[in-house]
Every structure is written in structure tokens, then in C-alpha cells.
């Protein structure tokens, strides 16, 4: 009887508790998260990173998207020399989101270099011990989007 009231003692428990864990999430869409807000608050490249040479210019269907994405090259130093989100423009937010869908869809990690309300100047980040991505591809890829209107290539 003791052995009885034991086990289901130990079932309840094991229930209650079980609905405690956590929630699985996608890892690889934290990780696409964390990846493109850690490369827009970096001055790139470190020894972490690298960047093309090349370069690709975007401009996005919407013209929010645009906006919040709009800065000039010397405000990006600024604001990344800092290297706390905080200072950047809070509508930037909705920006990230964007190359956060670029990043998980097309594999492409895409680095600001500038932007106004028209377009986006971006190169390719990828860590050092790799080898440069194939720009030709990259642009491919990131041409066909359905959230880019124009696109352009300047491969050095």
C-alpha cells in the first residue's frame, strides 16, 4: 500500500513538473536574433569578423523599412563605437527585423555601412576562418526577396 501511494505521489510530481519545463524554441531563430544585433553594434571588421569587399545596395518595398535603417556612415561609426543598442534610434528595431529575415531565409549577414531614405549601402559579415562568401551568390539570393524592390552590386 505504502509502495502504491508512493508511485503516484511520484506521478503527480513528475506531472506538475513536467509542465513547468521550458518551452522548446527555435535555436536557429535566437541565434539569427542575437547574431545580426551583435554585428550592428560592432565596428566591423575585429578579429571576429570580417567583411567583403564588395558591396550590395538595397532598397526595401517599404518605405518604413527604409527609414528605420536610415543613417549615415558617421553616425553608424558613432553609434556602434558606443556599442550599446540604446543609442541607437529606437525605429531601428523594426529595420533589424528585416535583416533578421534576410538572415534566416538567405543565410546573408548583412553589415551597414550607410543608408539614406532611398536605400541601404550593406557589405557581407562572416567570420575570418571562413572563406569569403560568394557575393555573386549572396546578391542572388537577397535580388529575388520579396521585401527588396532594388537591388545593385559593386563588386570590387
Not at 542575437?34 to 569587399?53: C, F, K, M, Y
Not at 526595401?60 to 553609434?79: H, S
Amino acid at each position: 500500500m505504502a509502495f502504491a501511494k508512493w508511485l503516484v505521489v511520484v506521478g503527480i510530481t513528475f506531472t506538475l513538473l513536467s509542465g513547468c519545463e521550458p518551452r522548446a524554441t527555435d535555436d536557429s531563430l535566437d541565434e539569427a536574433t542575437q547574431r545580426v544585433h551583435e554585428i550592428d553594434t560592432l565596428q566591423l571588421p575585429t578579429g571576429n569578423w570580417a567583411l567583403s569587399n564588395s558591396i550590395i545596395q538595397l532598397s526595401f518595398c517599404r518605405d518604413r523599412i527604409n527609414q528605420a535603417l536610415m543613417a549615415e556612415q558617421d553616425e553608424l561609426n558613432r553609434w556602434r563605437l558606443v556599442g550599446d543598442i540604446s543609442v541607437f534610434p529606437s525605429n531601428r528595431a523594426e529595420g533589424l527585423q528585416q535583416l533578421i529575415a534576410i538572415y534566416k531565409e538567405h543565410g546573408v549577414l548583412l553589415y551597414q555601412v550607410s543608408g539614406n531614405f532611398g536605400s541601404q549601402i550593406f557589405r557581407i559579415a562572416y567570420r575570418p576562418n571562413q572563406p569569403e562568401p560568394n557575393i555573386f551568390n549572396a546578391f542572388a539570393k537577397i535580388g529575388r526577396d520579396d521585401s527588396i524592390c532594388y537591388s545593385s552590386l559593386d563588386a570590387n
